[in-house]
């Protein structure tokens, strides 16, 4: 894979409107959140320390 995946995933609850968010890779779930904003704010929150802005590039560009 070209790039390195550190950040977390949400996805929809369904007909219920809200958020299931999960952490990075090997995290697992990280919780439920009723609205986007409040899914990703626990996305930024559980991403690792010294965690940089994305980049333009390949994992051997960091």
Do not use: K, S
Request: charged content about 20%.
């Amino acid at each position: 894979m070209p790039a390195a995946h550190v950040g977390g995933q949400v996805y929809p609850r369904g007909a219920d409107g809200r958020f299931w968010v999960r952490g990075p890779m090997g995290i697992g779930a990280v919780g439920r959140a009723e609205t986007l904003e409040e899914a990703f704010a626990l996305v930024a929150a559980n991403l690792p320390e010294r965690c940089g802005p994305a980049i333009l590039g390949t994992v051997g560009d960091v």
